[in-house]
């Protein structure tokens, strides 16, 4: 019998379910992220966008007292998600559901704060924040990362790249003033150091891809998929000087 070939989405989710995280960051630079926030006590309801299997829901969890709910477009990722606050004790107040976040299944002014690492620029920075904004209380905090210019020299390969993923890479300046256009005060801004992505992220996922490679030795698509993961470190080992994801707090002030 002909073994089944992975699809692109088999291959995301073959590669990212078993890492903690999904993407570029750290428990530690989330918990920096809360602490730019007053009153914390007081945020009651939270929405994890794009959360994955929950690596930084379940750090927010642990931190603040409030219910928090993750959405992701990954049923796998999803059921992993609830699992992990199973085992962490934390599923009375922390659940995930499916769904995506251009299209957000919830009410009006219903979150004291919506968090999203690493995939708003998946839907465009302005879009994103646009859009969420409706779901925030007023005083609500809004906190995502995106990679983002980290210098005046904007490098061809990697605007390339970036825009081939599907993402568009501006200036921390432009960010922060896309945000105050929206209805956003600015609270902080700050650049994730390199080993959010080497250790907790490009680390992991050569693991996973080298297990992929082990179970399908002759899939061209897989080959395919980890040979792009590797140009995109290499990518970041040679320009990342010039680029990285920065996270931004604002607040709803209207």
């Not at 088999?10 to 428990?27: A, K, N, T």
């Not at 299944?105 to 409706?134: M, S, T, Y």
């Amino acid at each position: 019998m002909e073994e089944k070939k992975p699809t692109m989405d088999d291959l995301i989710y073959e590669s990212h379910v078993r890492m903690e995280r999904q993407g570029i960051g750290s428990p530690e630079m989330t918990i920096k992220a809360l602490s730019f926030m007053d009153n914390i006590n007081t945020i009651s309801k939270v929405a994890d966008l794009a959360c994955g299997t929950g690596g930084q829901t379940m750090v927010i969890a642990q931190n603040i007292a409030g219910n928090i709910v993750g959405l992701d477009i990954y049923p796998e990722f999803i059921e992993a998600f609830n699992n992990n606050a199973k085992k962490l004790n934390l599923h009375e107040r922390v659940s995930g559901i499916v769904g995506s976040m251009e299209n957000l299944p919830f009410q009006r002014e219903e979150f004291d704060l919506i968090w999203c690492e690493g995939a708003i620029d998946g839907i465009g920075f302005e879009k994103g924040l646009i859009h969420w904004n409706g779901f925030l209380k007023k005083n609500g905090y809004i906190v995502v990362t995106c990679p983002s210019w980290i210098t005046n020299e904007k490098i061809a390969e990697v605007e390339n790249f970036w825009f081939n993923a599907g993402g568009q890479l501006d200036s921390i300046e432009h960010n922060i003033s896309v945000m105050l256009k929206i209805g956003y005060s600015f609270i902080a801004a700050f650049t994730l150091p390199e080993e959010c992505w080497t250790e907790t992220y490009f680390i992991p996922r050569e693991k996973a891809d080298k297990d992929l490679l082990e179970k399908f030795p002759s899939d061209e698509a897989l080959q395919a998929y980890v040979e792009g993961n590797k140009y995109e470190e290499d990518l970041y080992s040679k320009y990342k000087q010039h680029y990285g994801y920065v996270f931004y707090i604002g607040k709803k002030y209207k």
